[in-house]
């Protein structure tokens, strides 16, 4: 073969080694952005997928919410009061706390209904409930049990100091009426509460506040019947 044949050949030779490097690079460089292209997808995947959950658990937690708050009064209802009765006992035998559990029942609320009607009726209950919340610790836990009966969850009291608060929310109740139609209607109620702490039962210990609160009740009566009874006889 001629020289000029074989020089030939090896300038072919190099340019197709030249041409191979090239085409080695760029596929290298679109592999390494159809990686980047496929990363930058599965990170706005992620992200998407991130969204869509916290998305769904808080719509889980304000169903939960729902579930546990009184329509009326925007308060726990019973379902939720429980739970947190119970957490407060779980923790109690964890690290000996202890507190106090109050039931309030109004008085009167029958006639209230009667005399006035139930949109009334309505009123005065969420004019309690948000008298009791205004009037209770942050972390005491209000909720409305049912009708016009009332609890409170009092972490971290002993009996003596939520017998004080008890005195101070009836004063509260009573020296803030409700204005209905140009009318201040009064409220009362009367309170009983049982202290917990470490394996207690919850069911006994709605029991004792709740007796508690009808012997108040009942006390109340009494002292106003006699009254009245003074009053018709002059």
């Known amino acids: 073969m001629e020289k000029s044949q074989i020089d030939l050949l090896i300038e072919l030779a190099a340019d197709f ?43 889980i937690r304000q169903l939960e919410l729902m579930v546990e708050t009184d329509e009326l009064t925007g308060l726990y209802n019973r379902r939720g009061f429980m739970k947190r009765t119970r957490e407060a006992i779980s923790r109690a035998s964890r690290t000996d706390e202890r507190g106090i559990l109050v039931i309030a029942d109004l008085d009167g609320f029958k006639q209230i209904n009667d005399m006035h009607g139930h949109a009334a009726g309505d009123a005065v209950l969420r004019h309690f409930g948000q008298n009791l919340r ?60 049982a202290s917990f702490g470490a394996k207690c039962d919850i069911a006994d210990l709605i029991r004792e506040a709740d007796e508690a609160m009808y012997d108040q009740k009942h006390s109340r009566r009494e002292a106003t019947e006699p009254r009245k009874a003074d009053h018709n006889a002059a």
């Open 17 to 59: 080694q030249h041409q191979t490097a090239i085409n080695n690079r760029a596929t290298e460089e679109t592999d390494e952005s159809e990686q980047r292209s496929a990363l930058s997808t599965l990170v706005d995947l992620a992200r998407d997928m991130q969204t869509r959950i916290d998305q769904q658990q808080n719509r």
């Open 134 to 193: 205004t009037h209770t610790r942050s972390d005491d836990f209000v909720a409305r049990f049912g009708g016009d009966e009332f609890a409170i969850l009092m972490t971290g009291s002993d009996p003596a100091a939520a017998a004080k608060r008890i005195v101070q929310l009836q004063n509260a109740t009573e020296r803030f009426p409700l204005i209905w139609q140009s009318k201040a209607l009064s409220i009362r109620a009367s309170f009983g509460h």
